[in-house]
Every structure is written in structure tokens, then in C-alpha cells.
């Protein structure tokens, strides 16, 4: 079994629309949950992380984990073409273990 | 500016040969990383360094090789060991050693072979 799993999309959507994207995980020794975004040809960048089960808010994005579950989403509201990009979940303990990423565009 | 630079952008390597990617920060920070991105396979760990002159191998470590003679630098080769070397190489460096996604990356080198 795969430590993480996550969608590799590609994912379509209209702009405005909500977009949930999510990853599940086996490895009960993970402490911190991570969401990167990657710009095409670019190196990703760390968008939000969280430590603890429950959602946190940072302007359109929501980060939720459910421990219990071993799930993560990430919830993107009003989506603007510029989200266009790779999503990458991530998890922290003794290393970084990444998502495939998926692949999501929006569409104007 | 402070931030990591990776060069070059694109390289090309033919059969045998060893090359050398390169990886400069100014941003001060002690432990620096490795990553290659496969399509459908995320990142996986190559190397990582915590401090000068020292350097630990993470997942994919065979067929690599690095050094770490100053804190803002951390140069990777690719070696003819390598079988299957075609893939973007991400480097990135933290504050301290973390697990926590403090890495900040670098905009990657994009590795043929030909």
C-alpha cells in the first residue's frame, strides 16, 4: 500500500466554481499536513499547513484534516484561472512524503 | 533578492556521462535538499544536508552524489550509475532541518538524456 494517495486528475472546472481536492494516507507517524502549489516548469510553493485535525482558513483556500480517517482536502472557493496549476499534498515526520499531485485547470 | 537558484534551466546529458546540477541560496538558511519529480510520482527525496560538510541520502540516494563545501551551496551529479536519470530536479533549502514544509524551492533543472 501506497503511503500517500491523491487523484492525478486532470481535473476541469469554470471559473467560480468550488474545488475540492484530496489525498489519503496510511502512515500513522505523519504530524504535519501540507498543500503545495506548482506552477508549470516552476518549483512548488508551500500554500498552507496545519498540525492538527479540523479546517484552517486562509482566504480562498481551506486546508481540512481528518486524522481519524487519515484524509486530507483542500477546498478552493471562488476558483480564478490563475489556480490553474499542480496540486501537491504533503506530510511531515521523519521526512516529506509528497502526493502525485493533481493536475487541475479552471476554466474562464 | 533572497532565494534559491538552480542552473541551468535545461540540460542535456548523453550516455556515460556524469553532470553536475547546480544549486545556490542566499538566504542564509542550513539545511538544503534534493528532490526529482517524475510525472504521476510526486517528489522523492535524493539527498539532504543539515549543515556544511555534512549530507545524508534520502529515498532515491543510488546513482548520485553531492557535496555541501559551503552553507550556500549543494551541488547534485548525476552519475553514469544512474539508469534512468530523464527527470526535473527541484532543489530547496530551510532555516533548519524540517519536515514541516518550510522548504523554500527552486525553480528546478530540467534533465534529458540523449
Known amino acids: 500500500q501506497k503511503e500517500v494517495e491523491q487523484d492525478p486528475g486532470p481535473l476541469s472546472v469554470p471559473e467560480g466554481a468550488i474545488v475540492s481536492l484530496n489525498c489519503t494516507y496510511s502512515?500513522?507517524?505523519?504530524?504535519?499536513f501540507m498543500w503545495y502549489r506548482q506552477y508549470s516548469r516552476k518549483g512548488p510553493e508551500l500554500l498552507m499547513y496545519?498540525?492538527?485535525?479540523g479546517n484552517k482558513e486562509d482566504g480562498r483556500f481551506t486546508a481540512q484534516v481528518d486524522k481519524s480517517s487519515k484524509y486530507i482536502s483542500l477546498f478552493i472557493r471562488d476558483s480564478q484561472p490563475s489556480d490553474s496549476a499542480t496540486y501537491l499534498c504533503?506530510?511531515?515526520?521523519?521526512?516529506?512524503?509528497f502526493g502525485q499531485g493533481t493536475r487541475l485547470t479552471i476554466n474562464p | 533578492d533572497g532565494g534559491i537558484t538552480q542552473s541551468p534551466k535545461y540540460l542535456f546529458r548523453k550516455e556515460g556521462q556524469n553532470v553536475t546540477l547546480s544549486c545556490e541560496q542566499n538566504?542564509?538558511?542550513?539545511?538544503m535538499y534534493w528532490y526529482r519529480q517524475d510525472p504521476g510520482q510526486g517528489l522523492r527525496l535524493i539527498y539532504y544536508?543539515?549543515?556544511?560538510?555534512?549530507?545524508q541520502k534520502g529515498d532515491i540516494a543510488e546513482g548520485y552524489s553531492v557535496s555541501r563545501e559551503k552553507k550556500e551551496s549543494f551541488p547534485l551529479t548525476v552519475t553514469s550509475a544512474q539508469k534512468n536519470p530523464t527527470a526535473f530536479y527541484l532543489c530547496?533549502?530551510?532555516?533548519?532541518?524540517?519536515?514541516?514544509?518550510?522548504?523554500?524551492f527552486g525553480q528546478g533543472t530540467r534533465l534529458t538524456v540523449v
Open positions: 530547496a533549502s530551510s532555516m533548519i532541518l524540517s519536515w514541516v514544509g518550510e522548504a523554500f
Open positions: 502512515n500513522s507517524a505523519f504530524q504535519y
Open positions: 496545519t498540525y492538527s485535525s
Open positions: 504533503a506530510f511531515g515526520a521523519q521526512k516529506l512524503v
Open positions: 538566504l542564509n538558511h542550513d539545511a
Open positions: 544536508s543539515q549543515i556544511v560538510n555534512d549530507f
